[in-house]
Nanobody, 120 residues
């Protein structure tokens, strides 16, 4: 089993910054892609940013230039630095990881979510 534990959400004013962290633990051989998704009330979950084990990244157009995803492979941790936050960034942010376990099987895992609220 693998667990993803997120931290760093909270309430911030528009224009402010937050840094989210997500640490994976458990039966891990390797982690290919790690990423962040978000879901606002009444909306579908959407991709925010993803990063591969080789540090290739992809961002939603709505966050390009404002958010930066990074990872520490030694710590099995992914980060999301969010700057110039807007009220429309308000959502529950979920960590996601494609994990190969010690038996060699690959699974997708989600974190429990962390609330980010941006006030106008």
């Amino acid at each position: 089993q693998v667990q993803l534990v997120e931290s760093g959400g909270g309430l911030v004013q528009a224009g402010g910054s937050l840094r989210l962290s997500c640490a994976a633990s458990g039966s891990i051989r390797s982690i290919n892609v790690m990423g962040w998704y978000r879901q606002a009330p009444g909306k579908q979950r959407e991709l925010v940013a993803v990063i591969t084990s080789g540090d290739s990244t992809n961002y939603a157009d709505s966050v390009k230039g404002r958010f930066t995803i990074s990872r520490d492979n030694a710590k099995n941790t992914v980060y999301l630095q969010m700057s110039s936050l807007k009220p429309e960034d308000t959502a529950v942010y979920y960590c996601h990881a494609n994990v190969k376990d010690r038996a060699g099987y690959s699974y997708a895992y989600w974190g429990q979510g962390t609330q980010v609220t941006v006030s106008a």
